[in-house]
Structures are given as C-alpha cells and as structure tokens.
C-alpha cells in the first residue's frame, strides 16, 4: 500500500459538518488536506485552509491546480452542497440555478480539474456526496434538490466510466438523514427529527458526520482499489 504521506486531498465545503469531519479523517490519516469553503475553514493539523467559492468554477479549477502543485493531489471530495425545502409551485429560476451551480455544476468541473492532474499520474479517487434523496424522493417538497442529488449518483457512474482507462476511480456517497445545520435548518423542530427517527431509520438514531467521513475515507482509500462508479449508502437502513 502507498504511503499517504506523499499525497493530498482537495475538500470542498469544508468549513462545517461533514465537509469538516471529511478533511479532518483524511489528515488524521496522513494526507495534507486542502480544506476549501467560502467561509475561510479554521485551520488544524495536517489542514490548510482555502477560500474558494464552488460556484466560480474558474476560481474552484484555478484553487484546485494550485494545491496540486504544492503537494500532489490523489483525492478530490466534493462536498459542498445546498438544500432548502421549496414547493414546485413557488420555486425561482435564480434559486433552482443556485442550487444546480454548488450541487451539480461545482461537482462537474471539480472532477473537470481534479482529472487534469491527476490523470497524467495514472491514480485518483475522486468521491462525491450524494444523498438518499437521489434514490427516494425526500418527505419535505424538495424537488429540485433531489433532482440534483439525482444528477450527482447518475454523473459518478458516467465520469467513473470515462476515467477509468485513466487510472482513476469515481465513486459517491449517499448520506441519510445527518445531524448537520443543514438538516436543522429544514427540520421544523427537535420533536420532528425525534419522529423521523423512531419511524424511519431502523438504527434508531441520527447520523453523525464521522459516520459520513469514515466511508469517504475507505473509498478514497487503496482498500476501495477496485471500487469505482458506485453510490455508497450510509442511512442508518433508512432505504431498506
């Protein structure tokens, strides 16, 4: 197995919660980890923090060559994302393009990137994060962000295809129901996810960000080598 040491990973949305415990496993596990968000992320060990706003995907390509040349990059997590709870009948065109420029479009072109240094190395593990939503449809109206977490499991199995011959792996996860600020922010209350729970994810509790951060680490991972163009679902059996 290669040594960590010598590689890097570029995580976006880095700031907070899952995107922060992503950054903090992998430098616990040895790789300098470029911990991107547009809110600068506070820095720790093994983290160095860059500020980059995913939906300029010139800045994003630009953030992610740099940090290539300062320590070779093998792992690229998209992370960054968006959710809010909107009816169809009251959705804009500004906030659906929004939502699809950080959940698809950012997704996009940092694999766009990531493949442009990586490939000539002939190794890479890029992982996105999905969500269940891409399988069922979520219990608020969120169709649009569903649509974009959709679009994220169907573009991991497509990429994966095509960089293959390359050397590099494509695969996603697919978190449940994690306790985030973002699922605070949709949850009408406490009693509301206490009542998700109980009747909805056999496990019987809430996902934590590490839950999240250790299968990213396991296929960004040499343990994963022969894994690519898969959605991993970490739910707590919620889809079962």
Same mark, same amino acid.
């Given at each position: 197995?290669?040594?960590p ?6 995580v976006?949305g ?6 922060r =415990? ?6 616990? +596990?040895?790789?300098? %980890? ?10 720790? &060990? ?11 995907? +010139? ?5 992610? =060559?740099?940090?290539?040349? *300062? ?14 709870? +909107?009816p169809?009948?009251?959705?804009t &065109? +500004?906030?659906?393009?929004l939502?699809?420029? /950080? ?9 766009? *990137?990531?493949?442009?240094?990586m ?9 996105? #994060? ?27 199995? $497509? ?5 293959? &011959?390359?050397? #590099?792996? /494509?695969? *996603? ?11 605070? @922010?949709?949850?009408a ?7 998700? %729970? ?7 509790? #809430?996902?934590?960000? @590490? ?13 994963a ?5 898969? $959605? ?6 919620? #889809?079962?």
């Open positions: 197995m290669n040594d040491t010598d590689r890097a990973a570029f976006t880095a700031a907070r919660g899952i995107g =415990a992503v950054a903090l496993r992998l430098a616990a +596990e040895g790789r300098t %980890v470029f911990a991107a968000d547009r809110d600068l992320p506070e820095p720790a &060990p093994g983290v160095r923090p860059v500020a980059v706003d995913v939906t300029d995907c +010139e800045a994003l390509g630009a953030a992610i =060559a740099e940090a290539d040349d *300062a320590v070779p990059l093998d792992v690229l997590v998209n992370n960054a994302g968006i959710g809010f709870a +909107e169809l009948a009251t959705m &065109p +500004e906030r659906f393009d939502l699809m420029a /950080v959940n698809v479009r950012a997704v996009y072109f940092g694999i766009q *990137a990531a493949a442009a240094v490939a000539p190395r002939g190794r890479g593990s890029i992982v996105n #994060l999905a969500s269940t939503s891409a399988f069922a449809a979520s219990g608020s109206p969120m169709t649009a962000y569903d649509t974009s977490k959709g679009a994220v499991r169907m573009m991991t199995t $497509t990429v994966a295809r095509e960089l293959a &011959p390359a050397g #590099l792996r /494509v695969n *996603a996860v697919a978190p449940g129901t994690i306790d985030t600020d973002l699922t605070r @922010s949709i949850a209350d406490q009693a509301a996810l206490d009542e998700l %729970v109980a009747r909805r994810i056999p496990l019987g509790r #809430l996902g934590v960000p @590490s839950d999240i951060a250790a299968a990213v680490a396991w296929l960004a991972s040499d343990e080598a022969y894994v690519t163009g898969q $959605t991993l679902v970490v739910d707590g059996g919620r #889809l079962t």
